[in-house]
């Protein structure tokens, strides 16, 4: 298999991450494209890991990163949603247009 | 051994198509409910890619705590915040906002092929070894052992945020 597999459908899972991030009103799928956007990154994180393993059988970087980046993802979605469920609360509403106190 | 090289790549593309296939989906469906199950599919889609990547611990992971939980806890966040369950045109942008959303990607990816491509070009992985979990837990303890505790306080300051932002008073 080559490298460069993974590192595309890395870039196209980023990518679609991104539009949805930009094209999204909904708070809550704003935070699913997050989510895609961190999968791409840890799919990179592994691919790069394997590559390293080939070469150097002690070195697992890659994995080790990949978990650290689950786990701050998780953490992620917890404090975002409850960060959405608290502007649902003050406003009725989850959309991110609405929420534009500070434009002048 | 060219037999299983064969096996290996049919089964990247066939994930890879429904990966993405399952990821445009989450970023334009008009259902909320359902963008989180199509997140579902692209999520077990990468733990399968991991696989091919032999990387089991990595894997297992993602099925537990982004299959496990992660779903769980958007599909919570769509009921807590009573959106419409059915089909909501009131999910996207429209017009040149979207456009814009799409140009930006696409120029993003063309970026991003060309520098991958410009580096890596057909470089193979070789035989990929087995990354084993023990190798895994024994590199988390000694390299990595100040970021994984820096994490587990990460974990308890998200943990006590989210109840202190989340809770009625």
Redesign the interface.
């Known amino acids: 298999m080559l490298i460069n597999q993974f590192l595309f459908l890395g870039a196209i899972l980023f990518c679609i991450g991104v539009y949805g991030v930009l094209a999204r009103r909904n708070l809550v799928l704003v935070l699913m494209s997050i989510e895609l956007i961190l999968n791409a990154v840890n799919i990179n994180l592994v691919a790069f890991g394997a590559m390293w393993h080939a070469t150097d059988p002690a070195n697992l970087s890659g994995q080790v990163f990949a978990l650290f980046v689950i786990a701050v993802a998780a953490a992620e979605v917890g404090v975002g949603l409850a960060l959405v469920l608290m502007i649902y609360r003050n406003r009725q509403s989850i959309d991110a247009d609405d929420v534009d106190l500070l434009k002048g | 051994m060219l037999a299983l ?1 064969v096996a ?2 049919i089964a ?1 593309y066939v994930i ?1 198509a429904l ?2 296939f399952g ?2 989906r ?2 334009t469906c008009k259902n ?1 409910v359902h ?2 199950l199509w ?1 579902v599919l ?2 077990g889609g ?1 733990a399968a ?2 696989i ?4 089991e ?2 894997a297992i ?2 099925v537990l ?2 299959l496990g ?2 779903v769980v ?2 599909l ?3 009921m ?4 419409k369950t059915g089909t ?1 045109t ?4 429209t017009g040149p ?2 456009v ?3 140009i ?3 120029l ?2 063309g970026l ?2 060309y520098a ?2 410009d580096q ?10 087995v ?1 084993r979990t023990a ?2 837990s024994d ?2 303890f000694s ?2 052992l100040l ?2 505790e820096v ?1 587990s306080v ?2 308890l ?3 006590i ?3 202190v ?2 809770r009625r008073d």
């Open positions: 090289l290996q790549n990247f890879a990966i993405v990821a445009i989450v970023v909320l963008a989180a997140l692209v999520l990468v890619q991991y091919l990547l032999a990387a611990f990595v992971t993602q705590v982004y939980a992660i806890l958007f919570f966040g769509i807590l915040t009573r959106s909501d009131d999910l996207d942008h906002k979207r814009g959303a799409a930006i990607g696409l993003l990816f991003m092929g991958l491509w890596y070009r057909d470089q193979e992985f070789g035989t990929l070894i990354q190798a895994v590199s988390i390299t990595y970021p994984f994490i990460l974990l300051a998200a943990l945020g989210a109840i932002l989340a």
